[in-house]
């Protein structure tokens, strides 16, 4: 044993979620249950970049999933502000960022608009990306960091309220979607009856163009016997999470992930407590990551993960537990009962 090396990983790569960040005094999430920690939120993101800059292996990429600066900056006329803030935080960092976009995105900003930004990893990215259909505006895609391992970014707001005018369909379509599930007359109150508590205005959904356009970069992978991350703002496995925080259609985008060998990982943000599932058919692990705005000042949430050719190894830093990720293929047909084995 003493003579094995330590064995290196292939690559690895950083994450990070809802950062939320806003120069404003603390504040409270809206039931006011839990503290918002708006301007410390960029030191918690700074000591993320540094331990990502120091590291003795750097991440190859670091993943951001969605929040990046808080809604009420809107209000105070801040949003370019806030975000060049915590843009240029991150790109002091040794790796180039992959942005998803979540609710807080879209109230700062229009989806023309993001688009158009430095938040459209796809038009930014130094890698050749694999973009969803281009005469559509969803904002997904896929990218390979080293052969055999694919990731994919999706559009959690394709079908939503959020970013889209009110005199498109698309908005008028959301809007019918909504109103079959949820009467109330602030669409952000959600009706408190289970997995259907998810209609609300803050989340969203997949259409049928980005659905189909995953079927077949995942179908493509399959044969390639690729290990595939699916990474989104919103978590789609309702045990990953509570039904408030779960995509509208997160059964269609459940059942296309099911139906895949390739997909090992799906990843997202949004519940700031964080969750984690295996999901029974097939194996895949389910993570949503704690919320940098609802961690105090003293903790951190970020964590870096290193892929090897049988599991993925997340080393969580702060409120963020350690957790093994191993590959269905390579346990035959039993699901380990230890799903979430502490690194020791
Ligand atoms: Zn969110």
Not at 234 to 245: A, D, E, G, K, M
């Amino acid at each position: 044993m003493e003579n094995c090396p330590e064995q290196q990983p292939l690559f690895t790569f950083g994450v990070i979620a809802d950062v939320q960040y806003a120069d404003l005094d603390d504040g409270y999430n809206f039931t006011r249950t839990r503290r918002r920690y708006y301007r410390t939120s960029l030191q918690l993101l700074k000591n993320a970049v540094k331990s990502w800059r120091e590291a003795a292996v750097k991440p190859d990429f670091i993943l951001q999933l969605g929040d990046i600066i808080d809604g009420f900056n809107k209000s105070h006329d801040a949003s370019d502000r806030a975000l060049n803030t915590v843009l240029t935080e991150f790109s002091s960092g040794p790796a180039e960022v992959h942005h998803v976009w979540g609710n807080h995105e879209f109230y700062n900003f229009s989806r023309s608009a993001l688009l158009r930004s430095r938040l459209n990893s796809a038009l930014n990215s130094n890698r050749t990306v694999n973009a969803a259909p281009a005469d559509s505006d969803i904002y997904a895609y896929s990218f390979s960091p080293v052969p055999g391992f694919s990731f994919i970014i999706l559009d959690g707001y394709d079908v939503g309220l959020l970013g889209r005018e009110e005199s498109s369909q698309k908005y008028k379509d959301a809007l019918s979607l909504i109103r079959q599930h949820n009467h109330n007359t602030d669409l952000n109150c959600p009706v408190f009856k289970g997995l259907e508590e998810r209609y609300t205005m803050f989340n969203g959904g997949f259409s049928k163009v980005q659905l189909d356009w995953l079927d077949s970069v995942l179908s493509s992978a399959d044969e390639k016997q690729e290990r595939v991350t699916i990474v989104g703002h919103l978590p789609v496995h309702p045990r990953s999470t509570t039904p408030i925080c779960l995509a509208w259609n997160y059964d269609e985008l459940l059942s296309i992930i099911r139906s895949h060998s390739s997909v090992v990982c799906f990843m997202a943000g949004h519940d700031h407590d964080g969750g984690y599932h295996r999901d029974i058919k097939g194996g895949v692990h389910h993570l949503t990551l704690e919320g940098v705005i609802e961690t105090p000042p003293d903790s951190n949430a970020f964590a870096t993960v290193s892929v090897y050719e049988d599991r993925m190894e997340l080393r969580g830093c702060g409120r963020v537990r350690d957790r093994v990720f191993r590959f269905q293929q390579d346990e035959g047909s039993i699901i380990n009962a230890v799903t979430d084995l502490q690194i020791s």
